[in-house]
């Protein structure tokens, strides 16, 4: 029996703890889609999960798809509709299990890697932040060159309105670029 479970998260590391914690009671999960997950019934702690945001599109990283599965990792494939429309990023971000019983089960097991999976996560939220603030400077700009009709006001919310989620973006950031730094101390460190 399918067991539908609606929950968002910001940092992938805690849903990647989450998701261990639901194969741990023995739930496993199926299927996925923003802020959506399907579990069904299995044995407790059966599957280990890791999650990743690919360099590119998935069709473009078949190769290390394949690699993954020969490794005896699964992709847990989404759930989104074919009529909906899915960002770029949504189609980067994958899902991976594997079964417990054939061990450990990281996708990173050096330093580097790992600093450049996180690389790309900071690179998302900047540039996601970038965009917001461009278009919010942008309809606060229309405001102060449009005072003479009531649109302005609707620019001057819109605007502030979209600065402020860049901003979120910036803040969101934040904690991945310390992660980033704290393991080039580390890898610094080691040698």
């Known amino acids: 029996m399918s067991q539908v479970v609606r929950k968002y998260f910001i940092d992938f590391e805690k849903e990647e703890a989450w998701l261990n914690e639901m194969s741990a009671k023995g739930l496993a999960l199926v299927e996925y889609s923003w802020a959506r997950y399907v579990f069904e019934e299995s044995a407790k702690g059966e599957y280990i999960y890791r999650l990743e945001l690919l360099e590119k599109d998935p069709k473009e990283e078949s190769d290390y798809l394949q ?13 989104a509709p074919a009529k909906a429309k899915r960002t770029l990023i949504n189609q980067r971000w994958v ?7 054939e061990g450990p ?11 450049k999976h996180y690389q790309r996560i900071h690179n998302v939220y900047l540039s996601l932040a970038l965009l917001e603030l461009i278009i919010g400077s942008f309809n606060i700009m229309l405001m102060l060159l449009n005072t003479s009709s009531n649109i302005y006001k609707i620019n001057l919310i819109v605007g502030v309105l979209v600065i402020i989620l860049g901003l979120f973006f910036v803040w969101l950031s934040l904690p991945v670029r310390r992660k980033i730094l704290r393991l080039k101390n580390e890898k610094l460190i080691r040698e």
């Open 67 to 79: 690699f993954m599965e020969e490794t005896g990792a699964e992709r847990v494939p989404t759930g």
């Open 95 to 101: 899902i991976f299990r594997r079964k417990a019983s």
């Open 105 to 115: 089960f990281q996708i990173y097991s050096d330093t580097d890697s790992k600093i």
